[in-house]
């Protein structure tokens, strides 16, 4: 999913619960994680469940934090997108 062209606008999201390292995540296709502003981490009986995450989709960090100046590779988890203000259904 292209979430740039819903940058900094109310969306609805459904999706499938999961924890990272760095946060709660919904995951919303394959390759498209979305993190929930104010949830730290899912419980285990919400992990894998299915949800329905609304709010507003904000997009934080930036991929040249991956990078020292001389251009080695860090770790962290670049630009990212958030859902603020977030309320959140289980559907599963």
């Excluded at 981490?41 to 894998?48: F, G, K, L």
């Excluded at 995450?53 to 770790?75: M, N, Q, R």
Aim: glycine residues 10%; aromatic residues 8%.
């Amino acid at each position: 999913m292209n979430f740039e062209a819903y940058l900094d606008r109310p969306v609805t999201l459904f999706g499938i619960a999961q924890n990272s390292m760095t946060g709660a995540v919904l995951l919303c296709g394959s390759r498209s994680v979305v993190y929930i502003e104010g949830v730290r981490e899912w419980s285990d009986t919400d992990v894998s469940k299915t949800f329905e995450v609304s709010g507003t989709l904000v997009a934080a960090g930036d991929d040249a934090d991956l990078y020292s100046p001389e251009g080695a590779i860090k770790h962290g988890i670049g630009r990212h997108y958030v859902v603020k203000d977030a309320t959140v259904e289980r559907l599963s």
